[in-house]
C-alpha cells in the first residue's frame, strides 16, 4: 500500500493526515494533532517557529510508530508570514505573526513610493494590513533586512528545515503583494521601488514539484526517508485544489478567515475589482483564485475562548439559532482583528451596545451571510460570470445554521461535505505529482471520494 502524508498547519493547530488511493478513492486517517498560536513578546507578537517544526517531525514519526511510511509528504500553512535566513541558512528571529502591529507605520510608508491604484495592477493583491509586502518594508525601516540572504514563507520553511533545499512556492508567494499577478514572478520594479533586496527571493515553484528527500539528520531522527514535495503550500490554494467548482462554481473556504472566490484562467486588475476588495491568488494548475477575504471563524473562536470555555460551538450556534434578534455589521471592521474581548468589539459595532451574548452571536452569523452575499453579486458583476453553485469546504462548513444563512442570503444552491479539503488538496496535489495527473482528473478523486450534498 503506497502513502502519503499532508501536515496541514493554520493559526491554533495543525495536523497530520495520512492517506492512501485505494479503487480510486482517497482514505484518510488524521494520526497526530497539536495546538499552535502566537505568542506575545518583547518583540511583538510571533510564531514559535521551533515549536512548530518539532511538531512537524512528531507527526512524521507518529508515521513510523504506526508502520505505514508514507511515499511522499507536503506541508500547507496560513499565507503572508514568512523566516529570515541569514548567509549560513540559520533563522533571524523572531518570525512575526501577521496581527503584529508592526506594519502601521510601513503601510503609508510604502503607499507613497508605490500608489495602491498600481500597486494592484502589478499585483492583484488585495491590501490588507499584514500583507507580507507590508510587514518586509517595516523589516527594511527596523535594519532587519541588513543581514538577510533568504525570505522562506512558514511553509517553506519547514519543508527547508526537512531537506536543507531552499524554494520559494508559486501559491504562497501570490499572497505577499510582490509577485506580478501577469508573470507569477516577484516583480523586480516593484521590490527595487521599495528597496527590498531581489537576493532574497527564488521564482516561485509551480506546485506540485518534488523539493528533495529527508536531509540525513531527518532520516536518522525520524527512521525513514522521504520525497519532499511543494504541494500547493498556501492553505487556500489547496482547499481550492480539492473542490468540485468547475462549470460556474464559487467557493468558500471557511475557516479562521472566509475565503470567498472563484477558479478564473487569468488575474484581474482593474481599479473596479481592487475598489470591490478583491485579490487575485494563485491556484493549483496555474490557475487563478479571484476572491474577497472577510474574517470567518477567528470571530467564534474568541468568543469561545473568552466566554464559552466549557460549551461547544454547536451550543454557540444554536444559542445564535434560537435568537430572532441580530443586526448586520461590517465582519472586517479593524476593530475585530486582534481585541482583548471579541463580544465587546462586535457590541461596539452594533446599536445596541448592551446587546445580550445571543444577539451577539446572531449578528455575526447574519453579518457572514450577508458578507457572502455582496462578495457573490460583486463576482457577478466584475467578472460577467454568473455563479451557478458555491460549495463550503474547510472546518466552518460544519456549522449548518451559517449554511443555511449562507443559502438564504445568496438564492443560490449551496453544497457542503468537504471539511477537510485543505488536507485533501495537499494530498491531492502529491497523487498528481506521483501518478502524472492533471487537476481536473484528479479533482474526479475527490468526487467520489467524500460526500458532497446540497444544503436543504
Known sequence: MEYFLAIDIGAS????ILASLEGGVLKTQEIYRFENGFRQTQNGLEWDTQALFSSVLEG????????????????????VDYVLLDRDKKEIPPAFCYRDSRTQSAIPAVEGI????????ITGTQKQPFNTVYQLYSDKLSGRLQNAEYFLMMPEYLSFRLTGNIANEYTNASTTGLLNAKSRDWDGELLSALGIPKKLFRSPVMPPAALGGFKEEIRREVGFDCSVVLAPSHDTASAVAASPVSGGGLYI???????????????????????????????????????????????????????????????MMRLAEECEKYEIIDVNAPELFAPQDMADAVRSLMRDKNAEMPVVLNTLYHSLAESYRLAVTEMERITGRGVEKIIIVGGGSKDSYLNSLAAGCTGKPVFTGLTEATAAGNLLSQIMLDKGIELDEAREIIKKSFDIKAVQ
Open 13 to 16: 493547530s495543525g495536523r497530520h
Open 114 to 121: 508605490v500608489s495602491p491604484e498600481k500597486h494592484y495592477a
Open 253 to 315: 473556504s471557511s475557516g479562521t478567515w472566509s475565503l470567498i472566490g472563484a477558479e478564473l484562467p487569468a488575474p484581474v486588475l482593474t481599479d473596479e475589482a481592487r475598489l470591490a476588495g478583491f485579490t487575485n491568488e494563485g491556484g493549483a494548475g496555474g490557475r487563478i483564485r479571484f476572491l474577497r477575504n472577510y474574517m470567518g471563524m477567528w470571530l467564534f473562536q474568541n468568543i469561545k475562548r473568552q466566554n464559552f470555555k466549557n460549551s461547544s460551538y454547536d451550543d
Open 60 to 79: 512524521i514519526k507518529e508515521c513510523r510508530r504506526l508502520g505505514r511510511l508514507p511515499k511522499s509528504v507536503a506541508i500547507d500553512t496560513w499565507g
